[in-house]
């Protein structure tokens, strides 16, 4: 679905294009073809991560394209909604105003467009129909996976999703490189260990406003479009790079030994890692369960090292991610909607998009609900405070003043892991639930049990005698998260 997403924005965006244009078959931009010096046709000024925007030369050619690629996606990609949008705009010598007619186009025109939904009713079946057993649509033909396999009744965008699939699977070898990903979720987990997965969704910080302040600067039209597609080429390599970096890191945790850290099998040789969304900022990937916290912050260290080409010059973007951990089977569209809420919580801690961070939920019973209400339910103290039992939404990389960060959490659960006889299975977990009970209950239980020697390990510059730092608890995330907690570096000694 997400490779049909793209080559509607893409390749079909070539194909569809009057000619001469400036798009190559590897859709590479020729930026020495202006549309204004009546050279070509057509003009892609960007395209990638859902999008595109381009100039069309006049407006019978306009309209079209727009027939064109309307009826190839309705041919190629049944299901999927492509909503077009245009306006007139003359090009005048040493204008300014292509900045603030595509900001209008995109920020007004496509969003109303997009709001009235479809004005037409499908045709859905006629006579005797069977159903698909995936979409409950009519279903169009038989498919079996494997020879030999009972076939399956599947719709016409099922089916359209299946042709695409091996493209789709080349792309991730050419873009991030591999050939190793997991093809099935069954091959995520082992039985007898774990049986989670972790969908992260990970989104860059302030990237409308990054692309918005461009269209402001009112510089002339051929500078804006220089401007805004190098930021727009700039961030998806960004992401790209950063995705590229983090399979690596888990390919090479399975390097070192026949257990990713010691700890997570790789079946048949599949690494426990999929990229499933990647273009533009918006990335979506599934791992195992147990590597879900750590590979998130990889990418999201990755990500932030990165630069990004704006008008003043290369910076460093920052991004959130939402991690949902959930049985393997669980649905996986629920799983993908709670990793975005969890990335729009963690948007509200990156100080304004200056951080990066992050956010996770462990669907352990699978109930998923609305996050504050998960929460609230779940991870208040039962004492009449009704303190939260939360360190996370958690900051990326070092900080002077707040001690909810990455670096902090995972010093506390590698310090946890790291000597089971100094912190037993059965202490922590008596500690957990006296942390229900509040900051009392677990300053009692601390003292008779955490002492001397066996004192808990505490956040850098602040001593913990009753588990919490102002209004939030340290321990209890970090005890939830032992079991799905594998360090990306080589560690020695804890649980396996």
Known sequence: ASELVRQATTTWVRECLPEPHNVDQDMRLDGTKHIENGVIQAEVIYSGGGNAVLLIADEAKAKAFHQTLSLKALLEAPGLTVTIVSRKFVWQPNGTELGAAVSNLIGMTLREKKQLGHTYGEMLGLSVTADCQ???????????????????????????????????????????????????????????????????????????????????????????????????????????????????????????????????????????????????????????????????????????????????????????????????????????????????????????????????????????DDISELRKRGYTSSDAKRSSLLMRPLCLGESTTEWRTWGEYAQLVNALIGDENKYPSNKLNALREALRGGPQSAQRFIAANFVRGKKLPSITGREIDNGWVGEACAYFDAIEGLDFFVPLAPQTGGRS
């Not at 269209?215 to 401007?227: D, M, V």
């Not at 997570?264 to 990647?278: K, M, Q, T, Y």
Request: proline share 4%.
């Open 134 to 368: 995936f979409t409950g649509l009519p279903a169009t033909r038989f498919y079996s996976r494997v020879a030999g396999e009972e076939p399956q009744r599947i719709s016409a965008e099922i089916d359209a999703k299946i042709r695409f699939e091996p493209k789709a699977n080349k792309r991730l070898k050419d873009e991030i490189g591999g050939e190793d990903y997991v093809l099935d979720f069954d091959d995520f987990g082992t039985k007898g260990e774990s049986s989670y997965i972790a969908v992260i969704h990970a989104d860059g910080n302030k990237m409308g406003k990054r692309f918005e302040a461009i269209s402001k600067r009112k510089q002339p039209n051929r500078i804006y479009i220089s401007e805004i597609r190098a930021l727009s080429q700039s961030v998806n390599d960004a992401a790209k790079s950063a995705l590229g970096t983090t399979a690596t890191a888990v390919r090479n945790m399975w390097r070192e030994g026949s257990k990713l850290g010691g700890i997570v099998s790789v079946n048949e040789g599949r690494l426990p890692f999929r990229p499933i969304i990647f273009g533009g900022d918006d990335t979506t990937f599934v791992c195992d369960g147990r590597l879900g916290l750590t590979v998130a912050a990889k990418y999201l260290e990755s990500f932030t090292q990165q630069t990004i080409q704006e008008p003043q010059g290369t910076t460093h973007p920052t991004a959130r991610a939402g991690i949902a951990i959930v049985k393997t089977h669980f649905p996986f569209g629920q799983a993908y909607a709670l990793a975005e809420d969890l990335a729009s919580s963690a948007k509200k801690f990156t100080n304004d998009g200056k951080r990066s961070a992050m956010d996770w939920h462990f669907g352990i019973n699978g109930v998923v």
